[in-house]
Each structure stands twice: as C-alpha cells, then as structure tokens.
C-alpha cells in the first residue's frame, strides 16, 4: 500500500512539475502536497516500529481502566463529539473547499478527483486522530479519577471534624479510613498506567505530531500570505478582488488554526487534571487519619511529584 500510494501521488507532484503547475503560493495545492509527503513517512516510520506498536498495544489495560472508572454517558458523549470534529467535519469542510475549487478552475472534471486529493490529508491525518481520540479519553479518565479525589477529600476532611470525632467511635473510623486507604491505592496504580502507557504511546505518534504541526504552521503562513496579496492587488494594482479564491484559501487558514486550537486545548486540559490531582491530596486533613491512610496518601502524592516533571506538554 505504500508503494502503491507513493506511486501514484508522486507521479501526479512529478506530472504537476512537468507541467508547470506548482503554485506553493496557493494554500490549497500546498497543503495537498504536504499531506502527500507526510503520509508516505508515516507509512515508513510505522512500518518500521510496527511490531513495537503491536506489542506495546496489547499490553494497555484499556477496557479494564474504562470500567474501574465507569464513565458517565454525557463525558463520553462530549469525547465523542470532539472526536468526530475533528476526524469527520475538518475533512468534510475541507472536500467542499476542494469541490469549489475545482467548479472554478476545472469544470469538466469529475468530483471523483476531489476525493483523489482529500484522500492523502485523511491518511496524514490517520495517526494524529488515533492519537488525539486517545488524549480524548485519558482526560476523561483522568477527570473521573480526580471526581473519585474528590470525594475521598470531602468524606476524610468531614471525618475529622470535632463533632464528627465525638459521633463516631475509633474503631469505625480506622475501618473506614482503611477502606478508603484501599480505594486510594487502587488509584494510584490506575494514575501510573495512565500515566506509564499514555508517555509509551506518544513515543511512535511524536514524528507524525511535529509533522502535522509543521503542516499547519506552513498551512497559516501560507494562508495568511494569500488573503494578503488578493487584498493588496484589489487596492493596489486595482484587480478585482477574487472573493472565491480567498474563501478558499479562507477554509485552509481556519483549518488548521481550528487543529492547533484542539490539539492545545487538549494539552492544556490534559495538564490541568494532572496537576489537580496533586492539590487534592495537598487538600487532605490528616491530622486525625489513620496511619494507614496516612501512608497511602504520601506514597499517592510521590508518584504524583515524581511524574509531574516527566509529563510531556
């Protein structure tokens, strides 16, 4: 298959240079080209490592995680949703752009060659959308972890009180506090393989992330480089403004301004729940806690400081 793709689209960059065609100044056609490129390395690097990947993947307790944390339907519903703007309206807005473009420039061809050019930037995009659907659901692993904190910080700090103190006797309150040690425990350990396989799986998408950022960051130059000269040669040559050009080159622009966004937005989130975790078990009175749940709480809070400067932004 990579061969085959390799065959087939670098002959059409050939034909295009044979013929003059490149125009690097148009978003649309430099985007194509880039997606090409980036498909046909990620093609190579993931064969390369596949068995790696192979092995790695089947040791993830994926679905074991995803009930200890029992997820509500409505955060999954979101996860989904965000999943699926990404992977099915950016290339379907996308299409249009290119279905408009082609009206335009060639009429007479079938819409079939528009699905010829979407088909590499949805390959391209193959690894970054697994990968980003997977942040997508860590966080909300991570979110339903942190909610389980919480919980555990409302009913130990409560526990401690003075009139909670004279209700309860010691005897219930050191059963109860080592329950709650045991469900901390179990945490801990969901934390680190989150944690653990969440850094394993960035290792073979990295090349495919600098890669597609790079796309994108060439993708807003370019854009912001095309509605820019079309505004300049309207009042300073005194063409006519080409509106449709510019809608165009418009789509491109915000495409990949709207995937940097996502991508950060994620980051950022991701970030934020891991560091909240930390301020809950700052949080915990344990002044008046069992020793056992005292120890659970300082061996959470390590491995927590411990990965807090090894989680990569």
Same mark, same amino acid.
């Given at each position: 298959w990579a ?50 990947? +192979? ?6 307790p ?33 299409e249009? +752009? ?15 060659w ?54 309860y ?20 350990y ?63 622009? +915000?495409?990949?301004l ?37 120890? +659970? ?17």
């Amino acid at each position: 298959w990579a061969i085959a793709f390799s065959l087939v689209y670098g002959r059409q960059i050939y034909k295009d240079y044979q013929e003059g065609q490149i125009n690097l100044k148009d978003a649309t056609t430099l985007y194509s080209y880039m997606n090409i490129t980036v498909a046909v390395i990620n093609y190579v690097s993931q064969m390369i490592i596949s068995d790696h990947v +192979a092995k790695m993947m089947s040791k993830v307790p994926f679905f074991a995680t995803l009930k200890a944390f029992r997820l509500d339907s409505r955060s999954l519903y979101k996860s989904i949703v965000l999943a699926l703007v990404k992977t099915v309206a950016f290339p379907l807005t996308i299409e249009v +752009a290119f279905i408009l473009q082609q009206r335009r420039q060639h009429p007479e061809m079938s819409l079939i060659w528009t699905v010829y050019r979407l088909f590499p930037l949805i390959i391209s995009n193959l690894l970054n959308n697994c990968y980003f659907g997977a942040m997508v659901v860590v966080k909300e692993m991570l979110y339903a972890l942190n909610r389980r904190l919480d919980a555990q910080l409302q009913e130990v700090n409560l526990l401690q009180r003075k009139d909670q103190l004279k209700l309860y006797t010691r005897y219930y309150r050191m059963q109860r506090f080592c329950a709650l040690a045991d469900e901390l425990d179990q945490l801990a350990y969901r934390y680190r393989l989150i944690y653990v396989h969440s850094g394993k799986y960035l290792t073979p998408m990295s090349l495919s992330m600098i890669l597609s950022l790079i796309c994108h960051l060439l993708g807003i130059t370019v854009g912001f480089y095309s509605l820019y000269y079309a505004i300049a040669d309207t009042f300073i040559m005194g063409k006519p403004y080409d509106g449709l050009g510019s809608l165009i080159n418009l789509v491109f622009l +915000a495409i990949s301004l709207a995937e940097i966004t996502l991508l950060t937005h994620l980051c950022n989130h991701l970030l934020v729940a891991t560091r909240r975790s930390a301020v809950i078990l700052q949080e915990m009175n344990l002044q008046h806690a069992d020793s056992r749940y005292r120890q +659970a709480v300082h061996d959470f809070t390590l491995l927590v400081t411990v990965t807090k400067y090894q989680i990569k932004p």
